[in-house]
Structures are given as C-alpha cells and as structure tokens.
Nanobody, 125 residues
Framework: QVHLIESGGGSVQAGGSLRLSCAAS????????MAWFRQAPGKEREGVAH???????NYADSVMGRFQISQDSGKHTLYLQMKSLEAGDSAIYYC???????????????????WGQGTQVTVSS
C-alpha cells in the first residue's frame, strides 16, 4: 500500500507560479510511474504530467513549457512546478502512483493504482 499526500495548493493570480508537492509513504518499489492529474468542476479528470523512476517525463499539451514535474527519490516526494498559470489551470490537483513503470497511457487515470486526496489550485484572472 502506498499513501500519497499533496500540498502546496492555493490561490494565485494569472501569470503567477505555484509548486505542488506529493509525499509518498508505505510500500516502496523500484519500477514506478508517478503523475499529476487535475479535475475542474464539471470536467473529467485529466493527466497533467508523468515521471518514471528513470526520470522520463510526459506532459499534457496544455501545460507543456509551463509546468515541470520532478521527484526527489531520497525524500519520496513528487513535485509539480507550475508557472504562467492561467484561469483554466484552476482545479483540484491529484498525485498518483503505480508500479511497475508505465510504457503507455502515462496520462490515463485508469493506469494508476494509488491516489492522493488532492489539493486545490485556484487561478484568478
């Protein structure tokens, strides 16, 4: 079992930045995929960014060049640095993890086994 706890959400003006963190605890695995998803009211959950244990990354087109996913394996923490935030980025952001690492569908929510409770990000224009 893996437990994920997100933090770092909040309210920011358009053009601003936030960094989300996701602390992982519990069982540890060598081969992993971790990702950030988000869900806005009335919309489906969408994949934002993925990273595996080799630090290969994938991004949704909508955040490419503005968001950066990273991890500190020693601290068992996943990060999402968000810059140039837009009103459309407002959502609850979720951290997700699974093992073994994914080779396809890295931004598909159904591929992930473990989920955090989410952290709210609100961007005002």
């Amino acid at each position: 079992q893996v437990h994920l706890i997100e933090s770092g959400g909040g309210s920011v003006q358009a053009g601003g930045s936030l960094r989300l963190s996701c602390a992982a605890s519990g069982d540890t695995y060598i081969s992993t995929s971790m990702a950030w998803f988000r869900q806005a009211p009335g919309k489906e959950r969408e994949g934002v960014a993925h990273i595996d244990d080799f630090n290969n990354t994938n991004y949704a087109d909508s955040v490419m060049g503005r968001f950066q996913i990273s991890q500190d394996s020693g601290k068992h923490t996943l990060y999402l640095q968000m810059k140039s935030l837009e009103a459309g980025d407002s959502a609850i952001y979720y951290c997700a993890a699974t093992s073994p690492r994914l080779s396809w569908g890295m931004l598909a929510s159904e591929r992930y086994k473990y989920w955090g409770q989410g952290t709210q990000v609100t961007v005002s224009s």
